[in-house]
């Protein structure tokens, strides 16, 4: 087929379209921060339910929470990362469990 573009209008010029540069979405980090309540278990149910991760990597994961007070969980854009601070913390709260679990900025 012919791209020609003359039957339009023979006055109309066609304009290059400018080139932009598609940004990457802003990231966030999903953090669990420990607490002296939550049982170590129910982490690692969080960590499987909601994160996909083995019941090896949950673990380390949850010890990490345990022994350095936080850990990343996964990193996402905005939109999921508030849907897995959601998520986590209605299930939580569910269970009556205090587990803060919290999105920063990658």
Same mark, same amino acid.
């Given at each position: 087929?012919?791209?020609?573009? *003359?039957?339009?209008?023979? /006055? #109309? /010029? !066609?304009? +290059?379209k400018e080139k932009t540069a598609v940004k990457p979405p802003s990231m966030y980090h999903v953090v669990?921060?420990? /607490?002296?309540?939550?049982?170590?278990? #129910?982490? @690692? +149910? @969080? !960590? %499987? =339910?909601? #994160?996909?991760? /083995? @019941? *090896? =990597?949950a673990t380390q994961v949850m010890l990490k929470v345990h022994y350095e007070g936080k850990a990343i969980c996964g990193t996402f854009t905005a939109e999921v990362a508030e849907t897995k601070v959601a998520q986590v913390t209605m299930y939580? =709260? %569910?269970? *009556?469990?205090? !587990? !803060?679990?919290?999105? +920063?900025?990658?």
């Open positions: 087929m012919s791209k020609n573009f *003359e039957w339009i209008s023979p /006055d #109309f /010029d !066609l304009l +290059e669990l921060n420990n /607490d002296d309540y939550t049982p170590m278990d #129910f982490v @690692i +149910e @969080i !960590l %499987e =339910r909601f #994160f996909s991760m /083995d @019941i *090896e =990597r939580s =709260r %569910e269970n *009556e469990h205090p !587990l !803060l679990c919290t999105m +920063e900025q990658a």
